[in-house]
Each structure stands twice: as structure tokens, then as C-alpha cells.
């Protein structure tokens, strides 16, 4: 029997053997002591994708946005992020906890705009009631949002405004390389207008484990101190790393993902129980409401074919990634079919 078409995640990708390859043969050191050569080769050319001046890497993507909290907060500081921002519902509590920060929603449905972002900054307050707000997160593309992207235009008015305002940028860029294959234009043209970004390696570009984050000398040497505090200081890191340079090899690989999520959601918008707009996917995630039937149910009874998550009381999400080609995908649209077009 075929196992099941595994579309819960783009981090459920295995290492390519290329990628394997590269991690048996790499160059490593003790990378607390700054002695790693394939890290500081990964992070050198994240630094130069990105049109920063400095890179780090960190072991995952939330770790990547801690750090970022970190140094451009102080305990107390007000964050503006998009409604269902990842920092805010599913990194466990740690802005809180961990930078102490609070977050202050904005827009509707994971974007906002520049107006919309100007209107949520706290003025200044010199009675002390009121938190500063002193960080804007950007999430490019949004997860809840159904992988959308904010084209580089829109996100520049943002960082334009908010730099105005004395606020630093942040982006949650996990699948900014996803944005970036669907405007056809490469990660700098978003993260040039920022103070930091994280991208994630181990999402759409398949590396097993690992995040990048990049900024300036002076916020790079600051977020180091922070990975360390975290427990996030690796030795031999450059068997990870070497895995990182393979999967921003094959990041042009990301539009085959997108090809196959809008297949996907054409399908889905034929079927009988399914309300989706196919127009809407944009990138490699495709969220669609289940009309009849609670998802959960759904989930369940595809899971010996197809294995998708409930995303929410009557919403499912499938995503696509390198892991699944054009056959697979037909067989779990065969699947979807049985169960919400009967
Ligand atoms: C938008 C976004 N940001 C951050 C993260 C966190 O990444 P990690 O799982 O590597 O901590 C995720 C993970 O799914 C994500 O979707």
C-alpha cells in the first residue's frame, strides 16, 4: 500500500540526497567559538541575499523571531503584527515570557497597510500609561493568511512609515522565498526596507533543521549574545548548514509548489462540500472552508491517502512542498474527492 500523501506541512520534507551529500562532506569547527566554515559561509551568503550586513544562524524560525524581539525591544514595548501573526498565537507565549513584550494586532485577515499600521503606533505618553510601540512585524507570506504575500511596494510604504515613526521592522519571513518565486523578484527586494528578517531553511526549501536571521554588524553581534542565552549556541553546526546552502540552491524550485497549491485548489473549488476561491492562493498553501462536515471528520477519513489538518472549527489546510509531485498530487485530489464531492 502507497503511504499517504503527506500535505500537513512544507516542513515534512525529507533531506534531498544531494543535501545528504553535501552534510557528509562538510567542512565543520566549533561553531560557539566561530570556528564553523560552512556556517559562516551560510551565513555570509544570507547576509548578501538579503542586503545586510550580517547573518546568523539560529536552530529554528521562532528562535529567528525571539532573538529579533530581543534586540529591538525593551520589557513592556508595544509590537504591531497582522492579525494570526506566528509570533503572536504559536511561538508559545515567548514574546512574552521571553522578551516581554505585548502585541497589538492590526488589519484584517494577517496584512496590513501602512495607514492601518500608522493608526495602531501608541503616541507619546508621558504619564507612563501607555506602552511605546517600538516594533512592527511583517509576516511574508502569512500562514494563516493562506500563504499570502505582501508585495514588495506595499512593504516598503510600511517600513517607510515606520521608520518615520522612530519604529524598528521585522520580518517573519519563514516562506519569504515563497513570496519572493511568486513576484518573480529575489528576497532584497522586501528585506532591504527592514531592520531584520528571519527565513526559515527547513520550510518550502526542504533543509532538515534551521533559520537565518540578518541585520546589521551591530544587531547581528547583540542577537548572538541572545542565541546564546537561548541555548541556541551549535557546535558542529555545518552539517546543518551545508544542507542550508543546498535548499537555497534549489529555492527557484518554490513556483512548481505554487504550480501544484493552485491545481490543488481549483480542484477543491469543483467539489460539492468546499467553498474556496482559488484566485486567493498565491503561494504553496492552500486553506479551504469544509461546508458539511467538521474538519476534523474530514481529516480522518482521507488520512489512509492524503494527510491534511483541520485549521480551525471549519477551515483544513493543505500544503504542498518538493516532497509531493504532479502524481501524488492527482492521487490525493482522487481522495479529497471521495469524501467532499459525494
Ligand atoms: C510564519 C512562521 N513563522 C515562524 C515559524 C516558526 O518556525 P519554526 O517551526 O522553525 O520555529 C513558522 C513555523 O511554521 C511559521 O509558519
Known amino acids: ?158 517600513a517607510a512609515r515606520a521608520r518615520a515613526r522612530g519604529l524598528a521592522v521585522h520580518i517573519d519571513g519563514a516562506r519569504l522565498f515563497n513570496a519572493a518565486a511568486a513576484c518573480g523578484v529575489g528576497p532584497a527586494a522586501w528585506t532591504r526596507h527592514a531592520d531584520t528578517v528571519t527565513f526559515c531553511l527547513s520550510k518550502g526549501l526542504g533543509a532538515p533543521v534551521g533559520s537565518v536571521l540578518c541585520g546589521s554588524e551591530a544587531v547581528i553581534a547583540r542577537a548572538h549574545r541572545y542565541r546564546k542565552m537561548l541555548g541556541g549556541g551549535m557546535r558542529q553546526a555545518g552539517v546543518l548548514a551545508a544542507a542550508g546552502l543546498c535548499a537555497l540552491d534549489d529555492a527557484p524550485q518554490l513556483v512548481d509548489d505554487h504550480r501544484r497549491a493552485r491545481a490543488l485548489a481549483e480542484a477543491l473549488a469543483g467539489m460539492k462540500h468546499v467553498r474556496l476561491d482559488p484566485a486567493a492562493v498565491q503561494t504553496n498553501i492552500v486553506i479551504f472552508e469544509a461546508t458539511d462536515h467538521a474538519p476534523v471528520q474530514i481529516c480522518g477519513q482521507v488520512a489512509d491517502d492524503v494527510l491534511i489538518l483541520p485549521f480551525g472549527p471549519r477551515h483544513i489546510r493543505a500544503v504542498l512542498h518538493r516532497d509531493v509531485d504532479d502524481g501524488m498530487l492527482a492521487r490525493a485530489i482522487e481522495a479529497l474527492k471521495d469524501v467532499l464531492d459525494g
Open 1 to 158: 500500500m502507497l503511504a499517504p500523501v503527506d500535505l500537513r506541512s512544507d516542513t515534512v520534507t525529507r533531506p534531498t540526497p544531494a543535501m545528504r551529500q553535501a552534510m557528509a562532506e562538510a567542512a565543520v569547527g566549533d561553531d560557539v567559538f566561530g570556528e564553523d566554515p560552512t556556517v559562516h559561509a551560510l551565513q555570509s551568503r544570507a547576509a548578501l541575499m538579503t542586503g545586510h550586513e550580517a547573518a546568523l544562524f539560529v536552530p529554528s524560525g521562532t528562535m529567528g523571531n525571539q532573538i529579533a524581539l530581543l534586540t529591538h525591544c525593551r520589557p513592556g514595548d508595544d509590537v504591531l503584527v497582522g492579525q494570526h501573526a506566528h509570533a503572536c498565537l504559536y511561538e508559545s507565549g515567548a514574546g512574552a515570557a521571553i522578551a516581554g513584550v505585548q502585541f497589538t494586532t492590526v488589519g484584517q485577515g494577517g496584512h496590513f497597510d501602512a495607514d492601518q499600521m500608522q493608526a495602531a503606533i501608541h503616541g507619546l505618553d508621558r504619564s507612563g500609561h501607555v506602552p511605546p510601540t517600538t516594533l512592527v512585524m511583517v509576516e511574508n507570506t502569512h500562514n494563516r493568511g493562506g500563504g499570502k504575500v505582501m508585495p514588495p511596494d506595499a512593504f516598503a510604504a510600511i
